[in-house]
């Protein structure tokens, strides 16, 4: 999927030299530079999960940034940050909600017979292929390890 990615990527881009859309062309430079220089660290084409991670990965920084500038009353670049972040949610996959994770958690649970803290690497090898770039995969692991720490699972 990451060559679509990239493919789709690079079309936007083109539109937006056509069009003039400076900010959007910035950002999707960014991004596509991100997922090749990933990709030439790596030694191969990045697959899918490694595609999203690298999204993600861009995603934090630019949160972060926004809220940097927030913090420094710094409102017209918090609002270039949001501009990015909106224009990079369009090539992650739809985010699931709190009730969905926790439905793949208990189900990856429930088929792996796992009922302690240390089946939780198989849980999570288990759970990351289907739920990157659609949550926080660090709270997947808090929940997981939560729900292997309470009440057994049957």
Excluded: F
């Amino acid at each position: 999927m990451l060559h679509d990615i990239q493919t789709q990527i690079s079309e936007d881009m083109k539109a937006c030299m056509k069009s003039g859309d400076k900010i959007k062309l910035q950002t999707l430079r960014l991004m596509l530079s991100a997922l090749k220089n990933k990709s030439i660290d790596m030694k191969q084409a990045l697959d899918e999960q490694q595609a999203y991670a690298v999204l993600i990965t861009l995603k934090k920084q630019w949160q972060e940034a926004q809220k940097q500038w927030v913090q420094a009353g710094r409102t017209a670049q918090a609002e270039h940050e949001q501009v990015q972040l909106d224009l990079l949610a369009h090539y992650l996959p739809k985010p699931l909600n709190q009730a969905d994770i926790e439905a793949h958690i208990d189900r990856c649970i429930n088929e792996l017979d796992a009922k302690e803290l240390s089946d939780m690497g198989a849980v999570m090898k288990q759970l990351r292929p289907q739920l990157t770039g659609q949550c926080d995969m660090g709270e997947v692991s808090q929940l997981v390890r939560s729900k292997l720490t309470s009440s057994p699972h049957e």
